[in-house]
Structure formats: C-alpha cells, structure tokens
C-alpha cells in the first residue's frame, strides 16, 4: 500500500491511548511517539561519544551546541521513529533519518535537527489528541528535557504553547508514585496535597517569529515521515 494510502487509512482509525486513572471514574487520555529520549540518547551515544566522561553533563554540552544553530537547523530535518511506528505513523515499518544533509551542516546543526524532530514528532501526537479534546494553551514539561532552556523554547514555538516547568521536573514519576503510596495507605486524605509540593518554577512562552517557522516546517516533516514510510514498506 502507498504510504499516502496508509496515511489516510490511519487518519480514520487514529485513537489516543486511554488508562484508567488512580482517581476512581477518571481516565487519562495520552498519545505519543515510540522514541523520543531514546533517540535523543542514540544521538549521544553515536555522534557525541567524546562529549561523555568528562565533568559536565553530555546533554548540556549537546544543548550548548545545538544552541548555536538555527530555528530549522538549516534546513536539515530529523524523523525521530528509530523504534519503529505507532498507530500515529503512516506505517509500521517506517524508520529514522536525516534529511537535507549537506556540507555545510556541523554537529550543532545534527543535534538541533535531533530536537527538533522529536518535537515535531510530538507535535503531531499533540495534534491528535486537540482533535479529540480541548487542551490547555499551558502544556507541563518534565523529565529530562525539561532542564534544557533550548529545548523548552523549541517545545514552546512548535507547539505554540506556554511550556511550564515546576520544581518536580526529572522525578515526576516518583512524585506520582508517592502521592499514590500516600493516598492508598491514609498518609494522605487526597491528592489535592500535591498543590502544596508541585510548584511552578518557570514559564517559556512561545516566539511568534519561530511559530511562523515550524509551522512552515510542519508539511515537510510531514512528507518526511510519509517517504520514509514508503521506503520502509518497499524494504520490507
């Protein structure tokens, strides 16, 4: 099947992952890529190995880097499905790339187009997830790449979104998982406890100018993830 088939076929059968949530009679609602810090980490393991071992984080000196390329890391591109695709990708089989390279694209450039691809990417699942429900214009950020201003600011223009960073950051999930324990074993009488621990740090909000920019990005990445897909489907 041509991948613009596939894509049509997925478009109608496109669904968000729904959980039960801890809260009895709530449901969580989520889409998502297959790689997004993992293919991040692949670009850390594989093109910035000398960056690794020394005092500073091997991220921040990434970050440092890419900081020093462009919006669009000059015209290079990054599909960031290195496991694979999900019911959000045109097809299963499609896989990673970099596209547009050239000789005059430096590290910094592979490493912006690496974080920008994964926000595109995740711009896409946000994407389906808007045409399900009405968001926020405040989307929270954790995890690792919350640490990174660069990476907050991407997020912020290609979502078009106010980026929040709280204090709970990389440990999230553990903050979670406590309240749970908390709650299931009368520590605590709710969640609403987390209110008084969760506390905003920082708000990133989005450049209009780089809007413009990854909006203009968009359909490319798009035709990206397609041909990919196409190639994926011819190899297999």
């Known amino acids: 099947m041509p991948a613009w088939m596939y894509i049509l076929e997925c478009a109608a059968l496109t669904r968000p992952y729904v959980f039960s949530h801890v809260i009895p009679g709530l449901f969580t609602s989520a889409t998502s890529i297959f790689s997004a810090g993992s293919a991040f980490r692949w670009v850390r393991d594989q093109l910035c190995r000398d960056l ?6 091997p991220y921040d000196l990434m970050t440092a880097l890419a900081a020093g390329s462009p919006v669009g890391a000059n015209r290079l591109l990054f599909n960031p499905s290195l496991a694979g695709g999900n019911a959000l990708d045109p097809s299963p089989r499609i896989r990673g790339a970099f596209a547009g390279l050239d000789l005059r694209h430096t590290r910094a450039d592979l490493i912006r187009a690496a974080m920008e691809g994964i926000t595109l990417g995740l711009r896409l699942a946000l994407d389906e997830l808007r045409r399900e429900a009405a968001l926020s214009d405040d989307m929270l950020l954790v995890g690792g790449g919350s640490r990174s201003a660069l990476w907050r600011q991407i997020f912020a223009d290609a979502f078009n979104s106010n ?14 998982a406590m309240a749970v324990g908390a709650v299931g074993c009368g520590l605590w009488p709710g969640f609403a406890r987390l209110d008084d621990v969760h506390r905003l740090q920082a708000v990133t909000r989005p450049i209009p100018e780089h809007v413009a920019q990854y909006e203009a990005i968009l359909p490319v990445f798009r035709r990206l993830r ?5 190639i994926g489907d011819l190899w297999s």
């Open 163 to 176: 980026i929040l960073t709280t204090n709970g950051g990389q440990e999230a999930a553990s903050l979670g």
């Open 52 to 57: 690794a071992g020394g005092a500073e984080d």
């Open 226 to 230: 397609a041909c990919q897909a196409e």
